[in-house]
């Protein structure tokens, strides 16, 4: 293993670390009595600022100009709903399993490159969509007595971020990495900030220092990622992904008490082999 791969992996995983540190950090806030909303548009005040600072030091606005404010403007407004249905979720689902059914998004993924990029999947990948989302089933066990209607909400948030990828995949052609991640934090942080009044509480100072960790998690996760992605070939990298049902495990665990039942296992094992071999058959068709 050279060494530009050992770093890839090593920013991969330490980046899906952070952003699962951030979902569990946020689950405690939301736990402990501060709205979905709040959380979403006081950690955006911060990512905003300083990606303002960025943009400050580097070329100024300049930066930011766009031919297709419109689609950036609808591309967020259907991104938003993928922090806000996850984390509304977190209240009553545990972390473990809100993490395994998000990850329908790599099979939604799938389904949405052959609707709108007409690319071809074969009957391997198309298999691998299929048991995957059997995997999903087994994790949300829609027609058992146990069954808890918020985890539609995970699938909410699943197909906003879906939704999320695809314009971003649409419009990349014209608009940089940078324009698509700001017009998102700026458009979310907007929207949200503007619906606080309605959902604002008062917050003491543990949890004014868990939200600033929040935001540092955030950013930090983010930017692992972007640079594993960047530097590393992606068939390498994207499994690494998975490690996060492993972390939300640890998590739920540590903090809750969550130990998910033997079906969670059983599905998020078989959501996270049919992931990673959609992976494998996309970089090795």
Same mark, same amino acid.
């Given at each position: 293993?050279?060494?530009?791969?050992?770093?890839?992996?090593?920013?991969?995983?330490? &980046?899906? %670390?952070?952003?699962?540190?951030?979902?569990? $950090?946020?689950?405690?806030?939301? =736990?402990?009595?501060? !709205? /979905? @909303?709040?959380?979403?548009?006081?950690?955006?005040?911060?990512?905003?600022?300083?990606?303002?600072?960025?943009?400050?030091?580097?070329?100024?606005?300049?930066?930011?100009?766009?031919?297709?404010?419109?689609?950036?403007?609808?591309?967020?407004?259907? &991104?938003? %709903?993928?922090?806000?249905?996850?984390?509304? $979720?977190?209240?009553?689902?545990? =972390?473990?399993?809100? !993490? /395994? @059914?998000?990850?329908?998004?790599?099979?939604?993924?799938?389904?949405?490159?052959?609707?709108?990029?007409?690319?071809?999947?074969?009957?391997?990948?198309?298999?691998?969509?299929?048991?995957?989302?059997?995997?999903?089933?087994?994790?949300?066990?829609?027609?058992?007595?146990?069954?808890?209607?918020?985890?539609?909400?995970?699938?909410?948030?699943? =197909?906003?971020?879906?939704?999320?990828?695809?314009?971003?995949?649409?419009?990349?052609?014209?608009?940089?990495?940078?324009?698509?991640?700001?017009?998102?934090?700026?458009?979310?942080?907007?929207?949200?900030?503007?619906?606080?009044?309605?959902?604002?509480?008062?917050?003491?100072?543990?949890?004014?220092?868990?939200?600033?960790?929040?935001?540092?998690?955030?950013?930090?996760?983010?930017?692992?990622?972007?640079?594993?992605?960047?530097?590393?070939?992606?068939?390498?990298?994207?499994?690494?992904?998975?490690?996060?049902?492993?972390?939300?495990?640890?998590?739920?665990?540590?903090?809750?008490?969550?130990?998910?039942?033997?079906?969670?296992?059983?599905?998020?094992?078989?959501?996270?082999?049919?992931?990673?071999?959609?992976?494998?058959?996309?970089?090795?068709?």
């Amino acid at each position: 293993m050279n060494r530009q791969i050992f770093l890839g992996i090593v920013s991969m995983t330490a &980046g899906i %670390f952070c952003l699962s540190a951030m979902d569990a $950090a946020v689950r405690w806030l939301i =736990l402990d009595g501060i !709205t /979905a @909303v709040q959380v979403i548009a006081m950690r955006g005040w911060i990512i905003f600022t300083v990606m303002m600072l960025w943009v400050w030091r580097r070329n100024g606005l300049v930066t930011l100009v766009t031919r297709r404010p419109w689609h950036h403007l609808l591309r967020a407004l259907l &991104g938003m %709903f993928a922090p806000l249905s996850f984390f509304i $979720a977190l209240k009553t689902i545990p =972390l473990a399993e809100a !993490t /395994a @059914v998000f990850f329908c998004s790599v099979f939604l993924l799938t389904i949405g490159s052959v609707i709108f990029f007409k690319e071809r999947v074969g009957p391997h990948r198309w298999a691998a969509v299929i048991v995957g989302f059997t995997g999903v089933l087994i994790v949300t066990q829609p027609t058992s007595a146990t069954f808890q209607p918020e985890i539609l909400l995970v699938l909410l948030a699943s =197909l906003a971020y879906t939704a999320l990828i695809l314009m971003g995949r649409w419009m990349s052609s014209t608009e940089s990495t940078f324009s698509l991640v700001f017009s998102f934090s700026a458009v979310s942080m907007i929207a949200f900030t503007l619906a606080l009044p309605w959902f604002y509480s008062s917050m003491t100072w543990p949890q004014i220092e868990v939200l600033a960790l929040v935001s540092m998690l955030a950013l930090t996760g983010h930017f692992l990622l972007t640079h594993a992605f960047m530097s590393t070939p992606i068939s390498i990298v994207a499994p690494f992904e998975y490690s996060a049902l492993a972390w939300a495990s640890v998590f739920g665990f540590l903090l809750w008490d969550d130990v998910p039942a033997l079906t969670t296992f059983i599905g998020i094992a078989i959501i996270v082999i049919s992931g990673c071999y959609i992976v494998w058959r996309e970089n090795h068709p």
